[in-house]
């Protein structure tokens, strides 16, 4: 199963999303959004390596 990872539109902080899911709401503020309107950052082949591609964006501080 892939994962998207996505930037909340409103506190823009990056979470993982499964391909395919139409809306999403976000961990870190609680909106929900449309996937498919908002900036997709990276693709992850399955849901560790999405945590794990969030966990360095955070880590990173973008
Ligand atoms: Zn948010």
Redesign the pocket.
């Known amino acids: 199963m892939e994962y998207l990872v996505v930037r909340?539109?409103?506190?823009?902080?990056p979470?993982a999303v499964r391909l395919g899911s139409l809306s999403h709401t976000?961990?870190?503020?609680?909106?929900r959004f449309k996937v498919n309107e908002v900036n997709i950052v990276a693709r992850a082949r399955n849901g560790r390596e999405a945590s794990e591609l969030v966990r360095r964006m955070l880590a990173q501080g973008r």
Do not use: D, N, Q, V
């Open positions: 909340c539109p409103r506190c823009s902080m979470s976000c961990p870190y503020c609680g909106t």
